[in-house]
């Protein structure tokens, strides 16, 4: 056998020759480098663009401000997103394209399964975006939490409570469970318990219920104030009475109420109807103990 004896020259030659094919397909192909990026940064200005429009379209039709920013968000995506394809097929590379647009299902197959609470909770918060029911300052209730509505994002919901803390919580966890919103009814029904003692007169109690609430809580066609007694307590009547009041928010809840229980209070005193605190009363003369003397006598037998 004849063994090979190795040549730099020929090697030198070989590197050469490949480097200035590369230089040649460079300087060839070259514009349609120039006019891809072009085409490329044209897209992302464009997309920038076209996003501003979109979103100041949105806003004149009053739609909410995180169903906004979604929608912006996904157009200007899916415009880069063409601009990219097109600078691809610009240089020819459909090839590339093809092998690009194949790894991308099957990486996004993988980061799926990967990241499933992550996308759940993405897809809660595009579906509670575009739900009436909830919106941007609305007033809350959900997962032991209440507060004002500060934004709705692609992964939770943050809410202002009263005492003007924040509380993050995840879209899915809304969106799989119940939430009452007081925003969405411009009045609601404030329920009231109280009681009064059984020496009272309670058709006066009554009517002198309904007639205070009625002075300070006006209420609309088809709302009336409603009173009924519901038990007989260990010390008093109870009842509750139900009126209808402007309430878009827990504070209004607490407000009228509080202004409810002073009209109420200042009635009684008026008309000197008791409200009864809890008591016991003995009374000792239906039954009166009774003592008596034992006698025991004893006798020692010697």
């Known amino acids: 056998m004849k063994e090979e004896v190795f040549d730099i020259t020929k090697a030198i030659s070989g590197i050469w020759d490949k480097l200035s094919n590369w230089v040649d397909s460079i300087v060839l192909n070259l514009p349609n480098f120039i006019l891809a990026v072009l085409v490329f940064i044209g897209f992302v200005f464009v997309a920038k663009y076209l996003t501003k429009f979109l979103d100041k379209l949105l806003l004149r039709r009053n739609m909410q401000h995180s169903v906004r920013g979604i929608t912006t968000r996904v157009f200007n995506l899916i415009i880069i997103a063409i601009g ?8 020819n590379l459909d090839k590339l394209l093809t092998t690009i647009l194949g790894a991308a299902g099957v990486i996004g197959l993988a980061v799926g399964l990967a990241l499933q609470g992550t996308l759940n909770n993405t897809f809660s918060g595009v579906i ?11 007033w809350i209730e959900t997962n032991g939490y209440a507060g004002e509505v ?25 969106a799989e469970d ?32 309904i007639d ?10 088809g709302e009336q104030i409603e009173f009924a007694y519901q038990s007989f307590g260990d010390s008093s009547i109870n009842y509750v009475v139900r009126f209808w009041a402007d309430v878009t ?54």
């Open 249 to 302: 928010k827990q504070r209004d809840i607490l407000l009228h109420t509080h202004k409810a229980i002073l009209a109420i209070k200042k009635a009684y005193n008026e008309e000197d109807i008791n409200i009864p605190f809890p008591i016991r009363t003995l009374d000792f003369g239906k039954n009166k103990f009774r003592s008596e003397a034992i006698t025991i006598n004893s006798s020692q037998k010697e």
């Open 128 to 138: 509670l975006s575009f739900l009436p029911e909830l919106q941007i300052g609305d």
């Open 150 to 174: 500060l934004e709705v994002n692609l992964r939770n919901i943050v809410i202002k409570q009263s005492d003007n803390n924040h509380i993050i919580i995840p879209n899915s966890k809304i």
């Open 212 to 221: 205070a609430i009625a002075k300070i809580f006006k209420q609309n066609n």
């Open 84 to 91: 990219f394809f097109i600078a691809l097929s610009v240089l």
């Open 178 to 209: 119940s939430f009452k919103n007081f925003s969405r009814t411009p009045r609601s029904r404030i329920m009231v318990n109280c009681g009064v003692g059984y020496e009272s007169d309670l058709e006066k109690v009554e009517k002198i219920t």
